[in-house]
């Protein structure tokens, strides 16, 4: 019974708040019924918790688009990227996303957290390159060091100078530097100082890589990401993001102008061994893709609902992890206290996300709030009064208690 | 991996121990004795990123870079300190 030992101490647990009835973790949405509401155990409930930062999973070219490469190119490809799974569509959305950051090369894996993984393990040599990653970066990029093998050395998060020091203490012997940072953090909803990072990373001659999958579409001018905020995005090495979030489908995608990059093609086994993704999810991403291009109504949705969301939680006295973000998150001081204060939003009928240590960044448990610019006036006026009524309940939530 | 009479750091040693336990102390709520032998999963129960979070400490402290890979492969507060001791021997 040994290979199982493992499990009980936290099984215990998931098994018992499963038998409540009130696991964050499994919840199921039983009836989808537009991009910000969905039945939860027979309850109509505002969406809060998904990643529907520009409200595309109902997009009508994108439903369309999806439908059209169903009938032409049937449901899935059977293969992989490498071998007999590359299609015109996803060659298509490779030069779309590639004029769409401004950048050379686009290569598209399965998933975000694929193309994170494949992209590290592709491009870093465990014989001589080092790697270097933000505390906070996503279990993905550090699971790409893992398979990578390489030497991996974590900086503290969005600080410049502390990788700055850990830059400057490697041994010359070492060829290649690869730093990894997000443009946006999931947990907290923080920004990286991109900028910064681009300078320290090039002083001491390592390539940056910025994951922009939370933030792609949605920061910058015309929605490249943080680094287009930031004034960089022809100074960073890798861009990599994610086809699930703003763009309301799956897949994931790295962007370079080093022409290398192409040789992840061979040289990746997360991009060569997995299934390619199937003709419609490629063709309702990139339905998605022209309509963010077209429509920066949708980004100016968005930070309206942000603001309007983040300026009533601060009213409140939540205790807020930053500053206005498509995530705002809630810091609860204790595991039982996120339990409790998430079951009792969604009897409110709102569902939002629960993370809890060791996947957030600090010790706190936190409640995840992801704004879509399809929150309608209504779902936004449900949202504030369950959190308003949630602070009453929860002093703990609250900055002075 | 050298022992303490080994590397004749005996003195050394005991102060990264020393700084250790200072930081692992606060994340210490059962109280256990913490002693070169303790393991930090099973028996501190202080979880992987709270361990990277120390080390990050220890780092700044002593001016070095301890690769996760390095801290993934100890399990308990003695191994913790000689691998530091090992890269700082290195680095320093």
């Not at chain 1, 890798?238 to 309301?248: D, E, N, P, R, V």
Request: aromatic residues 8%.
């Amino acid at each position: 019974m040994s290979l199982f030992d493992k499990f009980e101490k936290n099984a215990a647990l998931y098994n018992q708040l499963s038998a409540l009835g009130k696991n964050p973790f499994t919840v199921v949405m039983e009836e989808v019924l537009g991009p910000t509401r969905a039945s939860i155990k027979g309850r109509e409930t505002v969406l809060a918790g998904t990643h529907n930062y520009l409200g595309q999973t109902f997009e009508p070219a994108a439903i369309a688009a999806a439908k059209e490469a169903l009938d032409k190119e049937g449901t899935g490809t059977t293969g992989s990227r490498f071998a007999n799974g590359t299609f015109a569509g996803h060659t298509q959305i490779e030069r779309d996303l590639a004029a769409f950051l401004g950048m050379q090369h686009c290569v598209v894996f399965s998933t975000g957290f694929v193309a994170n993984l494949g992209a590290i393990a592709g491009l870093v040599d465990p014989s001589q390159d080092v790697v270097l990653v933000d505390a906070d970066c996503h279990a993905c990029i550090y699971d790409g060091c893992t398979l990578s093998g390489a030497e991996t050395i974590r900086f503290r998060h969005n600080d410049p100078e502390s990788l700055d020091k850990r830059l400057g203490r490697l041994d010359p012997k070492i060829k290649g530097k690869l730093v990894c940072i997000e443009g946006m953090y999931s947990m907290y909803g923080d920004t990286a100082p991109v900028k910064e990072f681009v300078e320290v990373a090039h002083k001491h001659g390592a390539h940056l890589l910025v994951d922009e999958a939370h933030s792609f579409g949605i920061y910058g001018e015309t929605g490249k990401g943080v680094s287009e905020a930031e004034g960089v995005m022809d100074q960073i090495d890798f861009y990599s993001g994610t086809f699930s979030k703003a763009l309301a489908s799956i897949g994931g995608f790295v962007a370079s102008n080093h022409p290398e990059v192409e040789y992840l093609r061979f040289s990746s086994r997360p991009y060569k061994f997995t299934a390619s993704p199937s003709p419609s999810t490629i063709a309702s991403a990139g339905a998605a893709l022209r309509n963010i291009k077209e429509t920066p109504a949708l980004r100016k949705m968005l930070w309206k609902n942000v603001g309007r969301l983040h300026a009533a939680l601060t009213q409140y006295g939540l205790r807020l992890a930053a500053g206005p973000a498509p995530v705002i998150s809630v810091l609860l001081p204790t595991r039982e206290d996120a339990f409790a204060a998430w079951n009792f939003l969604l009897d409110q009928g709102v569902y939002v996300n629960m993370a809890i240590p060791p996947g957030t960044p600090g010790k706190d448990s936190l409640l995840r709030l992801a704004v879509s610019s399809a929150h309608t006036d209504e779902d936004i006026d449900r949202l504030v009064a369950a959190y308003g009524a949630m602070a009453e309940a929860f002093p703990a939530a609250r900055v002075t208690g | 991996m050298a022992t303490m009479e080994q590397s004749g750091i005996q003195e050394d040693d005991d102060l990264v121990f020393r700084r250790i336990c200072g930081l692992l102390e606060p994340l210490n709520h059962k109280g256990v004795k913490l002693s070169r032998d303790v393991d930090l999963v099973a028996d501190l129960e202080v979880d992987s990123v709270s361990v990277l979070d120390i080390v990050m400490d220890i780092e700044d402290y002593y001016d070095i870079s301890i690769p996760v890979n390095t801290i993934s492969e100890t399990k308990t507060i003695g191994q913790l300190v000689d691998a530091i001791h090992a890269i700082k021997g290195q680095q320093g």
